[in-house]
């Protein structure tokens, strides 16, 4: 049973580095994507970017500028940096495993295991 | 566009079925994939792919799509499924993972 625990700072001031990491327990590191994703207080889901186990990135373009997501994979872990915090960015942090599979050559991805979450609040 | 829409809140009797909605151009390519979020609680994926259920997940929740319309079905609603849910794909052109806005469901 694939399990993934995050950690990191939860409370910011503007202008400061959010740092999130997040350990992979259980199960394998390839062959999968892994990505991190917010929820501000009250809304809905949003993406925030993700990283293969070859290390290659995606992210949300309205992020893009300020997001880098990384990994060590002698620790099986990949972490979340979001430079330039605003109150904005005050969210439940989730990272995610995604998994893939297709049918009838229609290829598709899904998160199937997610961690807790870590709520960071950014406030002066 | 690649935007997702659901209704933002339906009800449901104990017992009977109800169906959510999820309508985006972009699902007449892609299938939606479904999460149900409780308060406080992380998301638990439900549907994925075409109309597949993850191991735990009961038969009660099943998915399905026509045209640019993905829609979730809980037939037989219990208490316990009184949550949020979330439609998503994965834009391959974009590389990108798009989130519906929401439907929170009520068990009356």
């Known amino acids: 049973q694939v399990q993934l625990q995050q950690w990191g700072a939860g409370l910011l001031k503007p202008s400061e580095t959010l740092s999130l990491t997040c350990a992979v327990y259980?199960?394998?590191?390839?062959?999968?994507?892994w990505s991190w994703i917010r929820q501000p207080p009250g809304k809905g889901l949003d993406w925030i970017g993700e990283?293969?186990?070859?290390?290659?990135?995606s992210y949300n373009p309205s992020l893009k500028s300020r997001v880098t997501v990384s990994l060590d994979t002698s620790k099986n872990q990949f972490s979340l940096t979001l430079s330039s915090v605003a109150a904005a960015d005050t969210a439940v942090y989730y990272c995610?495993?995604?998994?893939?599979?297709?049918?009838?050559?229609?290829?598709?991805?899904?998160?199937?295991?997610w961690g807790k979450g870590t709520t960071v609040a950014v406030s002066s | 566009s690649s935007e997702l829409t659901q209704d933002p809140a339906v009800s449901v009797a104990l017992g009977q079925t109800v169906r959510i909605t999820c309508q985006g151009d972009?699902?007449?390519?892609?299938?939606a994939n479904w999460y149900q979020q409780k308060p406080g609680q992380a998301p638990v994926l439900v549907i994925y792919?075409?109309?597949n259920r993850p191991s735990g997940i009961p038969d009660r929740f099943s998915g399905s799509s026509s045209g640019n319309t993905a829609s979730l079905t809980i037939t037989g609603a219990q208490a316990g499924d009184e949550a949020d849910y979330y439609c998503?794909?994965?834009?391959?052109?974009?590389?990108?993972?798009?989130f519906g806005t929401g439907t929170k469901v009520t068990v009356l």
């Open positions: 995610a495993r995604v998994n893939s599979g297709s049918s009838w050559g229609d290829h598709y991805y899904y998160m199937d295991v």
């Open positions: 259980g199960g394998s590191f390839s062959g999968y994507y």
């Open positions: 990283i293969n186990h070859r290390g290659v990135t």
């Open positions: 972009s699902l007449r390519n892609y299938y």
């Open positions: 792919g075409k109309n």
């Open positions: 998503n794909f994965r834009d391959s052109s974009g590389y990108r993972y798009v």
